[in-house]
């Protein structure tokens, strides 16, 4: 295996190529025989899924099926909680990232998140955007990229008179926006969500769904939701996950987003869209 | 007899199916104002017990304090005496044991917080760190006379006396250090990291930052107990009576509380006020020390929000 350690790797990124050889999908990521253990405790066994380019796909489940676990397994954030072994392969543009010899900085630059709670840095605006790009060295101009970033995350306008202002000087939504413009700053090919409104009131809540299916234009997007009509207005496909009796997280459905909520394949899905459960 | 509920406001009842009702208000009223009064008879004792002791201290000491007293040598004689040796001392050491015991101190928490495994090593040395800053410090100055002073060949000097008291704060720093970096919230961590910063750019940028108040704060603050301890330079033996200024770490050296100490031992009355004059010396450096902590962290505060 080659390492990926060294500087660029374009190969990480998939390219028309790489598209052209998956045939019509154009699938960025892949999950293949996942599974996933907090210490003995197993959390996710056997998660398959295509996760196609340029559309947003949501994860909805009960409480406990590890949707935020699945969704963290993409950017490696698992392996910095001790303990936890990751069995079976995630796939990102053609190349499996769940490997001792790929980097795990050089993944999360490739695939950006936003967590569930807003958590800019005790800094400025500014510097909360330009953190990504100064961490990965680089060279060009920074206003640009702070302008752009903030403009594709649509808080430019709120924020341009004040950007030496603190972050945390702003509300939870356009604090949100901002974590959101802090990852878009290092331009990655994913933004995984994870829960990113659960923390927000309904209008700001409106504004990150707006957001969410702009930039789907552009990238990528993995949203973690508890919330069914969430996943629905996002959505352009959802995987629906439960919980065994176990305690183990599993991927029962995974299909365009209208067709799950209208007409689900599995009894287990229909019980959970139609509230019968969890 | 138990109450007839009405319709208005419903009384509990003074008895159940499962027992008897007590509910002593007045009791328990009068006990909630009892211990609040307890409280605050403690706050005010403290602040009496410091009030009475620096007006003393101040009554006694402060028409000492004067240029003569800062800018002269020890001497025999009460009215010709000076600390200027001890207070140059007292400066030089602080230097030079903030020199060493901050990089250590802060190197280790950052060590023990952000890097080490969670293993039953680690908690053993994090437990015997802490364990470390509650031995006495004459123990210090005895490691700090065979270590330093004649294994190192360094003799009764400065440095030598500054490394026994960077060993003897080190625990200290290194304890206050690792509160102040596990107050970060690991949200910040999980940012940085899924930014595609490496762990040290994440420490750098990010936690250290945001733990700086708190270090600094805890830093002083052990230097403040540096500047104020006795015995471990006693017992390497820093010297009494030094009539020059340290001019390098090589050099001998004395410090205020070793003054202080050897004046007030000496029977003539003249003596007992240059110590009462020397304790306001240093309880100024110390209010000095302790106010550029305070001033520190409000200033990284509000940088921060």
């Known amino acids: 295996m080659i390492d990926l350690r060294v500087r660029e790797r374009p190969d990480l990124r998939p390219t028309a190529a790489a598209a052209a050889s998956n045939g019509q999908t154009d699938i960025v990521l892949m999950a293949r025989g996942l599974s996933f253990w907090y210490g003995d405790t197993q959390v996710l066994d056997g998660i398959e899924i295509d996760v196609p380019g340029r559309q947003v796909t949501a994860i909805i489940g009960p409480s406990g099926c590890g949707k935020s676990t699945f969704l963290r397994c993409f950017n490696r954030m698992n392996e910095l909680v001790p303990g936890t072994r990751v069995e079976g392969a995630v796939v990102f543009g053609g190349r499996q990232i769940n490997d001792r010899a790929v980097d795990p900085v050089e993944v999360r630059r490739r695939i950006g998140m936003v967590f569930q709670k807003p958590n800019p840095f005790p800094k400025s605006i500014y510097d909360n955007v330009a953190y990504g790009p100064r961490v990965n060295g680089f060279r060009g101009s920074m206003d640009d990229i702070v302008e752009s970033s903030l403009r594709r995350a649509a808080l430019w306008n709120e924020v341009k008179d004040d950007l030496k202002k603190s972050g945390l000087a702003l509300s939870g939504g356009q604090q949100q926006r901002l974590c959101i413009a802090r990852a878009l700053a290092v331009e990655p090919d994913v933004l995984l969500m994870d829960e990113p409104c659960s923390a927000l009131d309904p209008i700001a809540t409106t504004r990150i769904e707006d957001l969410i299916r702009e930039l789907c234009e552009q990238l990528t997007i993995v949203i973690v939701t508890h919330n069914m009509q969430q996943a629905a207005r996002v959505s352009d496909r959802t995987a629906f996950f439960t919980v065994t009796d176990a305690g183990c997280g599993i991927l029962v459905e995974h299909s365009e987003t209208q067709k799950l909520f209208t007409s689900p394949a599995d009894e287990r899905t229909e019980a959970y869209i139609t509230g019968r459960f969890g | ?305």
Not at chain 2, 7 to 12: K, L, T, Y
Not at chain 2, 18 to 46: N, Y
Not at chain 2, 186 to 205: I, K
Not at chain 2, 233 to 260: E, H, N, R, S, W
């Open chain 2, 1 to 305: 007899m138990s109450a007839a509920p009405t319709a208005a406001a419903p009384a509990p009842p003074s008895s159940t199916a499962a027992g008897v009702w007590r509910p002593r208000k007045t009791l328990r009223r009068w006990l909630g104002w009892a211990f609040q009064g307890l409280t605050i008879v403690s706050t005010l004792l403290g602040l009496a017990l410091l009030a009475a002791l620096l007006f003393d201290v101040f009554r006694d000491g402060a028409g000492q304090v004067d240029g003569h007293f800062l800018s002269s040598y020890p001497s025999r004689f009460p009215e010709q005496a000076g600390l200027r040796s001890a207070l140059l001392g007292t400066l030089w050491m602080l230097g030079l044991t903030a020199v060493i015991a901050f990089p250590l101190g802060v190197g280790a928490s950052i060590y023990l917080e952000e890097y080490a495994p969670d293993t039953w090593l680690t908690r053993f040395i994090q437990l015997n760190i802490a364990n470390l800053a509650g031995v006495p410090s004459v123990v210090y100055g005895l490691l700090g006379l065979g270590l330093f002073v004649r294994w190192f060949g360094l003799g009764r000097s400065v440095l030598a006396g500054s490394m026994t008291m960077a060993l003897l704060i080190l625990p200290l720093i290194i304890v206050a250090s690792r509160e102040a970096l596990r107050a970060v919230p690991d949200s910040l961590r999980e940012g940085a990291f899924a930014l595609g910063a490496t762990r040290w750019q994440m420490v750098r940028r990010t936690v250290l930052p945001a733990a700086a108040g708190g270090i600094l704060t805890g830093t002083i603050l052990a230097l403040a107990r540096a500047i104020g301890e006795t015995a471990p330079l006693i017992t390497i033996g820093a010297l009494t009576y030094i009539a020059f200024d340290p001019q390098g770490p090589m050099d001998l050296f004395t410090v205020l509380p070793i003054q202080i100490f050897n004046w007030v031992s000496l029977p003539q009355k003249g003596f007992a006020d240059l110590a009462a004059g020397g304790i306001v010396v240093l309880l100024l450096v110390l209010l000095i020390a302790n106010a550029a902590a305070v001033a520190l962290r409000y200033r990284m505060q509000r940088r921060l929000q």
